[in-house]
C-alpha cells in the first residue's frame, strides 16, 4: 500500500462544476503539498500545508491532520484546469529528505 | 530569476551512452533533488542535496550519479544509458525541506533510451 493515496485517479467533470480531490496518507507529516501539472508540462507548486485551510483564487486545500486527510477544491471549474494534480508529503523524523508523491490526479473538465 | 531551468528538454540515448542532465536554479535554494516519473507512479527521488559538497541517495539510485560543486547546479549523470531509464526527468529545488518549504520545479527532460 502506498503511502500517500489520492482519489479518484480521473476525473471528468462539465464547466463549472465543483470539483473535489482527496489525498490520505499514513505517516506523520509535517507539511502537505498540492501539485498542478499540465499535459507535457513541468510541475507547480499550487499549495503547501500543514494545517487548516488556504485559498488561492478558485482553488481551495484543507488539511486534517488527526484524520491524516486533505482535499483540493476547485470551484467553478474551467477547461484550462484540466491536469493532473498532484499530492506530496514531507514526513517527519526519518533519516531521509524526501516527499512522498500520490500517483495523480487527471482531471478533464469539459465545456 | 529564471527559477529552475533544466537542459536538454529531449533526448535520445543509445544503450549504452553516457550523458549528463543539467539542473540550475538562481533562487539561492540550499535544498535541490532529482526525480523521475513514470506512468501509473508517482515521482520518484534519485539523488537529492541539502547544499553545496552534500549529496545523497533517494529511493532509486541505481545508473545515476550527482554532484553539487555550486549552490546554483545540480547535474545529473547518466554512466551507462539503459532502456528502464526512459522517463521524464524533473530537478526541483526548494529553500529547505526541514519545514516543508514550496518546491520549484524545472520544465523536465524527456529521456528514451533505445
Known amino acids: 500500500k502506498n503511502e500517500v493515496e489520492q482519489s479518484p485517479q480521473n476525473l471528468t467533470a462539465q464547466e463549472g462544476e465543483f470539483i473535489t480531490i482527496n489525498c490520505s496518507y499514513s505517516?506523520?507529516?509535517?507539511?502537505l503539498h498540492w501539485l498542478q501539472q499540465h499535459p507535457g508540462g513541468g510541475i507547480v507548486s499550487l499549495f503547501m500545508?500543514?494545517?487548516g485551510k488556504k485559498k488561492h483564487g478558485r482553488l481551495i486545500a484543507t488539511i486534517n491532520i488527526q484524520e491524516k486527510h486533505s482535499s483540493l477544491h476547485i470551484t467553478a471549474s474551467h477547461p484550462r484546469d484540466s491536469a493532473v494534480y498532484i499530492c506530496a508529503v514531507k514526513s517527519y523524523g526519518g533519516a531521509t529528505n524526501k516527499l512522498i508523491f500520490g500517483t495523480g490526479t487527471l482531471l478533464a473538465v469539459q465545456p | 530569476n529564471a527559477g529552475v531551468t533544466q537542459t536538454p528538454k529531449f533526448q535520445v540515448l543509445k544503450t549504452g551512452q553516457s550523458m549528463t542532465l543539467q539542473c540550475a536554479q538562481d533562487m539561492n535554494h540550499e535544498y535541490m533533488s532529482w526525480y523521475r516519473q513514470d506512468p501509473g507512479m508517482g515521482l520518484r527521488l534519485i539523488h537529492y542535496?541539502?547544499?553545496?559538497?552534500?549529496?545523497d541517495q533517494g529511493e532509486v539510485p541505481n545508473g545515476y550519479n550527482v554532484s553539487r560543486s555550486t549552490t546554483e547546479d545540480f547535474p545529473l549523470r547518466l554512466l551507462s544509458a539503459a532502456p528502464s531509464q526512459t522517463s521524464v526527468y524533473f530537478c526541483?529545488?526548494?529553500?529547505?525541506?526541514?519545514?516543508?518549504?514550496?518546491?520549484?520545479f524545472g520544465p523536465g527532460t524527456r529521456l528514451t533510451v533505445t
Open positions: 500545508l500543514s494545517s
Open positions: 526541483a529545488s526548494s529553500y529547505s525541506l526541514h519545514q516543508g518549504h514550496e518546491q520549484y
Open positions: 542535496s541539502v547544499g553545496a559538497g552534500i549529496t
Open positions: 505517516v506523520g507529516i509535517s507539511a
